[in-house]
């Protein structure tokens, strides 16, 4: 109970932060994107399931706010967690070099996808300028900010897991 | 073992199973974009008074380091800030005599004030749209204020954008710099029409596409203001988009395209006003060419829609 509170509390405030304090902080018009740093820790940290229902309704929040067609981020943010869950056992998660891989392999598949789905279809052909203009540099934002939100929600995730150690999925 | 494999088995299904109800839900949205409204507006209803709070204190923030100006800096503004009065003082009083005169002009000529006679109710930007793709923000004044659906959205005299979505206390406005934008405009001097589109590769140099402009008198320079024209589905006739600093012959020497410098500045946003008023408009194939086309990327049904983005797209 207290995890999933967690969770919840984590997905809403993550949302709420990239549609807010993301905007001020961003450099020539790009801003980083939490959720994807959201979706990969937990994955990560968490496994397969978390990583899905984590992404799952980051995306569909995400979604409801700003988009027309519900359920496109949802998608992509679920095959995300899933994804990045396929590492969770293989790595040692205190170890900060594997999120920032896998955070930089979804954050360009992420881009396009989006790219391909939402500019390419409309005929925007161009797709090395929105690469060096948009998907990488959002990237590259992105890993920065990776360092310090993956070190907060290791501290979060160390919590959980010692209070759940009595639980179902607390011993690792 | 044997639970191992249950495990990831269970978490196949579940992949599959959400992974279904996603594309359920996209179907859904394109197919009848008002099932998914109640949604939204209830979720709207409870966290954008949150965002509103994170935006309220990021303002306060950097309201605080203002503080730490000292007095000397301060006083020497206040010097400077007390002669800018007297001049703006003496100007104002100019202005308020040539505006009396160009009221008594107007009336004579029975010609409206410009926008300044809409009904409009201010309201603060509160949160962006989450990703670096789309040019979308939500503002703290929804249908309890009078807003509706493609209420048109102007700030510092220009236009900003239009209203997508309302809810209760909120309402989603997509701005003109989006990349799905496009806006029937006309220049103001020659009344010469042509459509403005966003474009995200431009963001860098904070300007429009000016498309589809039929010119054949080569009337239009760079410099002229461009302005919503009288066809536009949606947009109010008259008000300021911003000024061409571009143009350039089409290969079909038809037409003409170029840049616009929009006269809002969307980087530093932060008020706008809504106008209440809504453009009335009797939806008629005769006319259909050329108005504005407002739509999203994956909901591209019309067919003008296609045709001015294929346009831009040169």
């Known amino acids: ?172 | 073992m044997k639970k191992k494999t249950n495990d990831t088995l269970k978490n196949k299904y579940l992949l599959i199973g959400l992974s279904i109800v996603c594309v359920a839900l996209i179907l859904v949205s394109f197919l009848d974009s008002e099932v998914v409204s109640p949604i939204r507006q209830v979720s709207g209803v409870v966290i954008t008074p949150i965002q509103k709070g994170i935006n309220g204190f990021g303002s306060w923030l950097s309201g605080l380091t203002d503080n730490f100006d000292d007095a000397v800096t301060l006083r020497e503004r206040n010097k400077e800030l007390q002669e800018k009065v007297n001049t703006l003082t003496e100007e104002n009083s100019r202005l308020i005599q040539d505006k009396e005169e160009l009221d008594r002009l107007r009336e004579l000529f029975e010609l409206d004030g410009q926008y300044e006679d809409y009904e409009k109710v201010g309201a603060r930007v509160i949160a962006m749209e989450t990703g670096n793709w789309f040019n979308l923000f939500t503002i703290d004044k929804g249908s309890n204020d009078g807003i509706r659906k493609d209420a048109n959205v102007i700030s510092g005299g220009g236009l900003v954008g239009i209203v997508t979505e309302v809810g209760p206390t909120w309402a989603i406005v997509r701005s003109i710099i989006d990349d799905n934008s496009n806006v029937s405009a006309m220049i103001s001097t020659t009344s010469d029409r042509c459509i403005v589109a966003g474009d995200l590769r431009l963001i860098d140099d904070g300007c429009l596409n000016l498309v589809k402009l039929t010119d054949e008198e080569n009337r239009v320079h760079v410099g002229d203001k461009v302005v919503t024209s009288y066809i536009s589905e949606k947009f109010l006739p008259g008000i300021l988009i911003g000024y061409i600093s571009e143009l350039n012959n089409d290969s079909n020497n038809l037409t003409k395209s170029g840049f616009v410098t929009p006269a809002v500045d969307f980087r530093h946003l932060q008020e706008v006003l809504v106008i209440l008023e809504l453009k009335e408009y009797v939806p008629s194939t005769a006319v259909s060419e050329g108005t504005v086309v407002q739509g999203d990327a994956l909901r591209q049904s019309e067919g003008t829609q296609t045709e001015s983005e294929t346009e831009t797209e040169q």
């Open chain 1, 1 to 172: 109970m207290r995890r999933k509170l967690t969770m919840a509390v984590i997905i809403v405030a993550s949302v709420l932060l990239q549609s807010t304090v993301c905007q001020m902080i961003s450099v020539a018009s790009i801003k980083p994107n939490l959720l994807v740093i959201v979706t990969v820790a937990f994955g990560l940290m968490r496994g397969r399931r978390d990583g899905m229902l984590t992404g799952f309704f980051l995306g569909l929040l995400n979604d409801i706010f700003f988009n027309t067609v519900i359920g496109f981020n949802a998608l992509i943010y679920l095959w995300v967690g899933y994804f990045s869950g396929n590492f969770y056992r293989i790595f040692y998660d205190d170890d900060i070099k594997t999120p920032l891989l896998l955070i930089s392999i979804c954050d360009i598949v992420y881009g396009v996808i989006q790219y391909g789905f939402l500019f390419l279809m409309r005929g925007r052909i161009h797709f090395f300028f929105y690469l060096g203009r948009v998907i990488l540099p959002e990237m590259i934002y992105t890993l920065i900010l990776t360092i310090v939100v993956y070190q907060v929600l290791y501290a979060i995730n160390r919590r959980l897991v010692l209070t759940d150690k009595g639980g179902v999925d607390g011993i690792v």
